[in-house]
């Protein structure tokens, strides 16, 4: 990755080049139709901005895990089709092995999209040599790559290569993304409470990102499998939720934000679904059910969790506290994405962070103009 951060405005004499977009369209797809556009949109304006300058832009993502082989199911066609909606414009589109000749032939003020960079053997695995040679015709076409995502440098092998190679530079969504970085720091060292909603599968990434901002007034609202990892511990259960490697790393984290005395609270129902019913069970009965089997927290839950979002300060909402694209499992996120909606708050001192939480929004219908500052990717730390 390049050292220096560079917003593409920044480059000089930009009228007329080729310039390669490394964008973050891992959207989630249902009977080929998008969910969530977020992803999408927010790459407009670094593609707008390449357009009024006359520029070839040649746009390359991943879409899934398709582990070199060809899979119709993450084909970025959906993607495409999206971007000629909204440029109103006919995008071009190619895979990488013939995109020499798309591009060269390609007018100034085009837009190609290149197919599912994760359909090419060589992107996830192999050496960088075999690698280069995959991005040979971006190498020696481009003038320069501009990068989307914060995410992009942990996800992509191909963003290491083309940056190493071509002059570097960062969009607009880039930016967008380091400045919601900065708010939740500007957070921190305030002395207001920070209301943590967590939810979603990758328990130990949101503890630590919590440990990495939290302060010494802060609350963690523990949904998802958070949620139901600590509900069993705090009761004794055992459980398969994590592996054992994992759950130690739990504790670690769990034991260092013991020492900032913040204040967990779990959920104290849950709805599950058992031989295709869906009911709502109590935490003892909870020892019982398969994790797979629950859906949501349940109503109890949702009262404290939302009453807890109600108090003075900051909120944080990172994961789906619920399975929301299932009938029995929407109630939390709607109820609590709803509340953050109607909430007096300013709009910085909301901030909704993941691609779950940008697809319950869509899927949800949630009104979004109080929601505050909303992005899909998720921070690593």
């Known amino acids: 990755m390049a050292k220096t951060v560079r917003h593409i405005t920044e480059y000089k004499n930009i009228k007329s080049k080729v310039v390669g977009i490394r964008a ?35 746009l390359i993502s991943h879409l899934g895990s398709a582990n070199g082989t060809f899979n119709d199911e993450m084909s970025l066609m959906p993607v495409r089709f999206l971007l000629g909606r909204i440029l109103v414009k006919q995008i071009k589109f190619a895979n990488i092995k013939q995109c020499e000749n798309s591009i060269k032939f390609m007018d100034f003020g085009e837009v190609l999209l290149l197919e599912n960079i994760n359909f090419e053997e060589f992107e996830n695995k192999g050496s960088s040599e075999k690698r280069k040679q995959m991005l040979k015709p971006l190498l020696k076409l481009l003038d320069l790559i501009v990068i989307e995502s914060i995410e992009l440098s942990a996800k992509s092998s191909s963003v290491s290569i083309l940056a190493e190679e071509l002059p570097t530079y960062f969009g607009y969504n880039y930016f967008n993304e380091l400045e919601i970085s900065s708010k939740l720091k500007k957070m921190q060292t305030s002395k207001d409470k920070m209301i943590f909603l967590v939810g979603g599968d990758n328990a130990l990434n949101k503890l630590k990102v919590i440990k990495l901002f939290a302060n010494k007034n802060s609350v963690v609202l523990a949904g998802g499998k958070l949620g139901v990892y600590l509900t069993l511990v705090a009761n004794k259960v055992k459980n398969k939720i994590f592996d054992d490697k994992t759950k130690k790393e739990i504790q670690k984290v769990l034991y260092s934000l013991e020492k900032k005395k913040l204040e967990i609270i779990l959920p104290t129902d849950f709805v599950v679904k058992t031989n295709k019913k869906v009911k709502t069970i109590t935490v003892k009965e909870l020892q019982n059910i398969e994790p797979e089997s629950i859906l949501d927290i349940g109503n109890h839950s949702v009262s404290l969790f939302k009453k807890a979002l109600e108090d003075k300060g900051s909120i944080i909402a990172y994961g789906a506290t619920g399975k929301f694209e299932d009938e029995g499992g929407k109630n939390s996120m709607e109820t609590l994405l709803n509340a953050i909606s109607f909430l007096q708050k300013h709009k910085d001192s909301k901030i909704l962070i993941g691609e779950s939480i940008s697809r319950a929004i869509a899927t949800l219908d949630i009104r979004e103009k109080g929601l505050g500052n909303i992005i899909c990717a998720s921070l690593k730390v």
């Not at 977020?38 to 040649?58: A, D, E, F, G, H």
């Open 24 to 58: 973050d369209f891992d959207v989630f797809l249902q009977g080929g139709k998008i969910i969530d556009e977020r992803k999408i949109k927010s790459v407009i304006p670094t593609i707008n901005y390449l357009l009024k300058n006359q520029c070839k832009v040649v």
